[in-house]
């Protein structure tokens, strides 16, 4: 969709090593997230940013870090991927209006083997 | 300890007639909820949202009703159609913040 976009959509990676995830947006959004599906758990936040260089931690941050040098690029890197990080992520977007639901990219399915 | 309960896993429902998905939150200083559809191989879309200081927001085929003392919202889709099976997530937000926690979400199957 337009606004946000994941790379890569799929990925499959061996255990040990480290990965990192792209979310791009063409909105000029302040905040962004990082959020991995499981079944069962549904969308659970790993990490936020709330400006360039503003992030913080979400429910699930262990093994995960982020980044965010510009307005429109925020990082996720698995540092030493495993296979409980097999999952689909998804980035998200909003503005500064908190009445307002996020955009989500499409996803990136990660497999760890 | 999750802070948004769908206590239902799956739901089908024959087109035409109404679905209701629950939700459950435990955490009172939420003040804000959504409710947003995803389907395979998507990402999730924002569907409609509710604050707390009131209990029932529509739009069009989708209403939201919100119970604060029961702490319990639920979305109605009437008439239900084949294009609305989905998963539904519900959400839940707290004052002056901007992290959104999610449920585990509710597969809605809609039968012609």
């Known amino acids: 969709d337009a606004g946000i976009t994941q790379s890569p959509r799929h990925k499959v990676t061996e255990t040990g090593t480290p990965v990192t995830l792209r979310c791009h947006q063409t909105e000029n959004h302040r905040y962004m997230y990082w959020y991995r599906q499981d079944p069962g758990h549904g969308l659970r936040l790993i990490h936020y940013?709330?400006?360039?260089?503003?992030?913080d931690k979400g429910e699930v941050s262990d093994g995960y870090s982020v980044s965010r040098s510009k307005t429109e690029d925020f990082l996720l890197t698995l540092e030493s991927a495993t296979s409980s990080q097999t999952s689909v992520y998804f980035c998200?977007?909003?503005?500064?209006?908190?009445?307002?639901?996020?955009?989500f990219g499409s996803g990136t399915r990660l497999t760890v083997v | 300890d999750q802070q948004v309960k769908q206590n239902s896993p799956s739901l089908s429902v024959q087109e035409g007639r109404i679905s209701i998905l629950n939700c459950d939150y435990t955490?009172?200083?939420?003040?804000?909820f959504l409710w947003y559809k995803k389907y395979p191989a998507e990402g999730p879309t924002f569907l409609i949202s509710i604050s707390s200081i009131k209990d029932k927001n529509e739009d069009g085929r989708f209403t939201v009703f919100l119970n604060k003392s029961a702490k319990h919202l639920s979305l109605h889709i009437v008439p239900s159609q084949p294009g609305d099976s989905a998963v539904y997530f519900c959400?839940?937000?707290?004052?002056?913040?901007?992290?959104?926690?999610f449920g585990a979400g509710t597969r809605l199957f809609v039968k012609a």
């Open positions: 955490n009172s200083m939420f003040d804000y």
């Open positions: 940013s709330y400006g360039v260089k503003d992030t």
């Open positions: 998200a977007i909003s503005g500064q209006g908190l009445n307002y639901g996020y955009t």
């Open positions: 959400a839940a937000r707290g004052t002056g913040g901007f992290k959104t926690i």
